[in-house]
């Protein structure tokens, strides 16, 4: 989905399909793009149109399957991020890159309907992926809180390290229970878009939270390579940004609710 110039605002998206008898042929960039170095195949969303609203044009979205080597596509290295070392993102860039109609992925115009459906299951992965990292983290602070001892006695029983521990699990605990509930709803066939945004904003930003307080329990040692906090906590950081921003899912959480007011 995402170009240098659309992230948030996918539709605003400059990569084009234009219809040239039975084919496409498609120009433009995308990047930030995951997985791309090893994928055989990429899935791909590109504007094939522009209808004129109220609010102005809007463009329509089709999504595409594009195989890795095919003429006028390529496949081209991302950027060095903080987050996720091991990590690849990947450019990729169409040069009047033609595909036949078979490669559509579901309707033409109708990619949204395709992100939306990939983006509800994408979101409750982050979610669920930040609570299982948090755990892990509460498992090394609170031994930590037991084996460290300054001024005579464990740092744990200082109020201020073991209020610290309470408020982590019991965000974590809370981020746990908002994931199941949202992937129970998906699941049962509920509305679940608010639910979704609501777990992945609130576990990614709890998992930041959480990461930030484990380093502030170990001290200095919790910033070195040693031990694996400093790495839980640049990693957390991409939580809050992909899938949607925190402030993307805040802005669906409202919309849902005032929509239902006729807002
Ligand atoms: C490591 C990594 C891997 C990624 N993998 C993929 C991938 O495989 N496929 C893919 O398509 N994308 C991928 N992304 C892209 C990711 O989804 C985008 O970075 C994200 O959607 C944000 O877009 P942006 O970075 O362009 O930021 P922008 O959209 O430019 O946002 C900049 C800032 O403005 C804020 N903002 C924007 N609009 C609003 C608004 N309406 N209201 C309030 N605030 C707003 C944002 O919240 C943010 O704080 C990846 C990103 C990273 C970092």
Same mark, same amino acid.
């Given at each position: 989905?995402? +170009?240098? =110039?659309? $992230?948030?605002? @996918?539709?605003?998206?400059?990569?084009? #399909?234009? &219809?040239?008898?039975?084919?496409?042929?498609?120009?433009?960039?995308?990047?930030?793009?995951?997985?791309?170095?090893?994928?055989?195949?990429?899935?791909?969303?590109?504007?094939?149109?522009?209808?004129?609203?109220?609010?102005?044009?809007?463009?329509?979205?089709?999504?595409?399957?594009?195989?890795?080597?095919?003429?006028?596509?390529?496949?081209?290295?991302?950027?060095?991020?903080?987050?996720?070392?091991?990590?690849?993102?990947?450019?990729?860039?169409?040069?009047?890159?033609?595909?036949?109609?078979?490669?559509?992925?579901? +309707?033409? =115009?109708? $990619?949204?309907? @395709?992100?939306?459906?990939?983006?509800? #299951?994408? &979101?409750?992965?982050?979610?669920?992926?930040?609570?299982?990292?948090?755990?892990?983290?509460?498992?090394?602070?609170?031994?930590?809180?037991?084996?460290?001892?300054?001024?005579?006695?464990?740092?744990?029983?200082?109020?201020?390290?073991?209020?610290?521990?309470?408020?982590?699990?019991?965000?974590?605990?809370?981020?746990?229970?908002?994931?199941?509930?949202?992937?129970?709803?998906?699941?049962?066939?509920?509305?679940?878009?608010?639910?979704?945004?609501?777990?992945?904003?609130?576990?990614?930003?709890?998992?930041?939270?959480?990461?930030?307080?484990?380093?502030?329990?170990?001290?200095?040692?919790?910033?070195?390579?040693?031990?694996?906090?400093?790495?839980?906590?640049?990693?957390?950081?991409?939580?809050?940004?992909?899938?949607?921003?925190?402030?993307?899912?805040?802005?669906?959480?409202?919309?849902?609710?005032?929509?239902?007011?006729?807002?």
């Amino acid at each position: 989905m995402t +170009e240098p =110039d659309a $992230g948030s605002d @996918v539709r605003g998206m400059k990569c084009t #399909a234009r &219809r040239d008898g039975d084919d496409w042929v498609v120009n433009g960039t995308k990047h930030f793009i995951s997985g791309a170095l090893h994928a055989d195949f990429v899935i791909v969303f590109i504007a094939t149109g522009e209808d004129m609203t109220d609010k102005g044009p809007k463009k329509r979205i089709t999504c595409f399957l594009v195989d890795r080597g095919h003429p006028g596509f390529e496949i081209l290295p991302g950027y060095e991020s903080v987050s996720h070392r091991g990590y690849d993102n990947m450019i990729l860039h169409f040069d009047d890159c033609r595909l036949p109609n078979s490669q559509v992925l579901g +309707e033409v =115009d109708g $990619g949204f309907e @395709v992100m939306n459906t990939w983006l509800y #299951a994408t &979101r409750i992965t982050v979610a669920a992926m930040s609570v299982g990292r948090a755990r892990r983290i509460m498992d090394i602070a609170l031994q930590y809180a037991v084996d460290r001892k300054q001024f005579g006695q464990q740092i744990g029983k200082f109020q201020g390290v073991s209020f610290k521990l309470a408020d982590m699990v019991t965000e974590i605990d809370a981020a746990d229970w908002l994931t199941l509930a949202s992937a129970w709803r998906l699941d049962e066939g509920l509305e679940a878009n608010r639910e979704i945004a609501s777990a992945k904003l609130y576990a990614s930003e709890m998992l930041a939270r959480v990461a930030d307080e484990a380093i502030q329990i170990h001290g200095g040692m919790g910033l070195m390579n040693d031990l694996p906090l400093e790495r839980f906590w640049r990693d957390a950081r991409v939580e809050r940004i992909w899938d949607g921003t925190s402030e993307i899912q805040r802005h669906i959480i409202s919309r849902d609710m005032l929509r239902r007011l006729g807002g």
